[in-house]
């Protein structure tokens, strides 16, 4: 199975902040990898599919990049409805992974 | 729009067994390959099952293989999810999620439904 690793696990920002959570995938997945933001009761909410396509309705400061085994979703200048846990998924393999998310705090 | 709704979710002894349904609504619901995913309290994601838009093909996550069969009824736009022998760690709450591969990914979710194993 292909294992993904997220880092950090928390990060504590500030409104306004510009923040990267990196991902890593065990082994190649292409451009076959989306991001996720979940609050605490919710169901997750899709934001960036195929490393770097933005979801509809997704507001631009929001962005991803990377390919192969490497990727990373910025946020250009955090907002206070921003604050919340985000995962990566793979979707190159039929068996779905998803990293271990990181908490995006306010410091 | 698009619209996942599961039910089935409840309180079971160890050992017991549970269906969950997911009704669909809003896509083409044989066009698209369907997942559960589950988050256990204070935890993270974890996919547990997916299936081709025909059923002809199912994966399991290690841990509920044997144990779970998934299924769906394209003439009912509805998918589910038949839990036998549950054990206390498969408490959690369980997403439906229609998943495009080569595509956008798993990019519509239902609300969730608690599934608490306890005696």
Redesign the interface.
């Given at each position: 199975d292909i294992q993904m690793t997220q880092s950090p696990s928390t990060l504590s920002a500030s409104v306004g902040d510009r923040v990267t959570i990196t991902c890593r995938a065990s082994q190649s997945i292409r451009s076959?990898?989306?991001w996720?933001q979940?609050k605490p009761g919710k169901?997750?909410?899709?934001l960036i599919?195929?490393a770097s396509?933005l979801?509809s309705g997704v507001p631009s400061r929001f962005s991803g990049s990377g390919s192969g085994t490497e990727f990373t979703l910025t946020i250009s200048s955090l907002q206070p409805d921003d604050f919340a846990t985000y995962?990566c998924?793979q979707?190159s393999s039929?068996?779905?992974?998803?990293?271990?998310?990181t908490r995006l705090e306010i410091k | 729009e698009v619209r996942l709704v599961e039910s089935g979710g409840g309180l079971v002894q160890p050992g017991g067994s549970l269906r969950l349904s997911c009704a669909a609504s809003g896509f083409t619901f044989s066009s698209y390959w369907m997942s559960w995913v589950r988050q256990a309290p204070g935890k993270g994601l974890e996919w547990v099952a997916n299936i081709r838009q025909d059923g002809s093909e199912k994966y399991y996550v290690d841990s509920v293989k044997g144990r779970f069969t998934l299924s769906r009824d394209n003439t009912k736009n509805s998918l589910y999810l038949q839990m036998n022998s549950l054990r206390a760690e498969d408490t959690a709450v369980y997403y439906c999620a229609r998943t495009s591969y080569y595509d956008s990914g798993t990019d519509y979710w239902g609300q969730g439904t608690l599934v608490t194993v306890s005696s």
């Open positions: 076959w990898l989306a996720y979940q169901a997750p909410k899709i599919y195929k396509s979801e995962y998924q979707y039929y068996f779905l992974t998803f990293g271990q998310g | -």
